[in-house]
């Protein structure tokens, strides 16, 4: 039998030292191990258990800020609206909400969390591709400052509803570009075949049909070509150059357009690898849209969140056969789904300051989820771990939490919020009651 195919470690893989000499809210401590800001992760595992998802309240505030001096600095300051899909939890939207931040919701449960965090309902802007006439009823009944709407239908409903409550609406129309923004396909928004938006060219006919219907303010256009978008911002330049024809067309029209919602998807470099910065988005949207006298706006959802969170997990045990080493670990592709949905690479770190600064050895990182798919790394590079030992999944503060499921009957995991030298659950693991709750039997059953 032939013997199996050597393993060999990625060396593209940035080292452990690598990924954190790009992340400053972590850093390896001698004694406690890896922190983020003040607090040893090891903590919060003994306090917590594990898996966790572990929150930097200064790395949002950090970020946030960045993002807003960036706009500044290109001189197109922007309303900034936080995607709350790419981190739904309470505390962060507290958290940034006090530094200033508005909110970009796909439906009513983000709207009422946005609510609930304490953002202005007129700093609020409903975006998708479907909202409910309840959905919409409920944004207009509470005054949300711009909806989204993506086709002629949808402005027959924001009209309706606007009517059932008795107010008029402020719509932005959501257009499709066409670019390709060169992201995974998954999350490709912007292309004429994705269900996003109307085509460009239909939107002056469909803007001025908007501006003359009752019950909506036709104030504007949005755009949003993708997420995780890491090469360069030519396909940004190329969607809000289309936005600028658009204005001005619709402006010789004789049409209002006040607003430009430039949308979100700045990528992060899971990797250290290449991507824009702040300043080069900002740098796109002056260069197309800021000599418009517009109000601009944009959406991010995963580069003021995604950097800022830790998922912390415990190797239940290692295993080895047909010549791999296996690493299994207490999360799975239930709690982040992103190795298994998008491909998505993630630094795996060990927390105990000895497995930091042990050799590595390639090995397959998976969880307990009975699908093959429930790998997070092939072939990575991790020292010897004990059943016990920590590791950190880095980047998982966007679409971690907010896209975990309870497959395989486990549990949410807990989240915690570190601000600081503090840290606090901002939500309990559930408990295997609440998993169970809820379900019943039909009564012919019962009996
Ligand atoms: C309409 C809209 N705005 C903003 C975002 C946020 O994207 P990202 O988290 O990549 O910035 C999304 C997510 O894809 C979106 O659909």
Not at 142 to 147: D, H, P, T, W, Y
Not at 298 to 318: D, T
Not at 340 to 366: K, L, N, Q, T
């Amino acid at each position: 039998m032939a013997a199996p195919a050597p393993l060999l470690h990625d060396d593209a893989d940035p080292s452990f030292a690598e990924l954190l000499a790009q992340r400053p809210q972590l850093t390896m401590h001698a004694q406690d191990g890896l922190l983020l800001e003040e607090v040893p992760l090891s903590r919060i595992a003994a306090e917590v258990g594990t898996p966790a998802w572990v929150y930097s309240a200064g790395t949002l505030r950090r970020r946030f800020h960045a993002l807003r001096g960036a706009l500044e600095d290109a001189r197109v300051p922007s309303e900034i609206h936080f995607a709350v899909k790419a981190n739904p939890s309470l505390a962060v939207l507290r958290v940034l909400a006090a530094e200033g931040a508005g909110a970009d919701i796909v439906s009513e449960g983000e709207l009422r969390l946005a609510l609930a965090a304490g953002i202005a309902p007129a700093h609020i802007v409903f975006s998708g591709v479907g909202k409910t006439m309840a959905e919409l009823r409920f944004a207009i009944s509470q005054g949300v400052g711009q909806i989204n709407a993506e086709s002629a239908e949808e402005i027959g409903m924001v009209s309706a509803a606007a009517a059932q409550v008795g107010r008029t609406a402020d719509v932005a129309l959501r257009v499709n570009p066409d670019v390709d923004a060169r992201t995974h396909a998954k999350i490709t928004t912007g292309k004429s075949e994705n269900k996003f938006g109307i085509a460009i060219a239909d939107a002056p006919a469909l803007y001025a049909k908007a501006a003359a219907t009752p019950g909506v303010n036709a104030v504007g256009v949005a755009v949003h070509i993708g997420s995780q978008i890491t090469a360069g911002v030519s396909a940004y330049a190329a969607a809000y150059r289309a936005l600028a024809d658009l204005v001005r067309s619709l402006r010789d029209q004789g049409l209002a357009v006040e607003r430009v919602d430039c949308g979100g998807g700045l990528g992060i470099p899971y990797r250290n690898e290449p991507a824009p910065t702040p300043a080069a988005l900002a740098g796109a949207i002056a260069g197309t849209l800021g000599n418009l006298g517009v109000q601009l706006m944009v959406e991010p959802g995963r580069w003021i969140c995604g950097p800022a969170g830790v998922l912390l997990a415990a190797v239940i045990l290692q295993k080895h056969t047909a010549g791999r080493r296996f690493v299994v670990l207490d999360a799975a592709m239930n709690d982040l789904v992103r190795p298994a949905m998008y491909e998505a690479w993630h630094g795996i770190v060990p927390v105990s300051p000895r497995e930091f600064v042990s050799s590595v050895s390639p090995c397959d990182i998976v969880g307990p989820v009975c699908e093959t798919g429930d790998t997070f790394a092939r072939n990575r590079g991790l020292p010897m771990l004990e059943p016990g030992s920590l590791v950190a999944f880095l980047d998982a503060g966007a679409y971690g939490a907010s896209m975990s499921s309870t497959y395989n009957a486990r549990p949410l995991a807990a989240e915690i919020l570190v601000d600081g030298a503090r840290f606090a659950v901002v939500r309990p693991r559930q408990s295997l009651d609440a998993l169970l709750a809820g379900q019943r039997l039909p009564d012919w059953m019962a009996a």
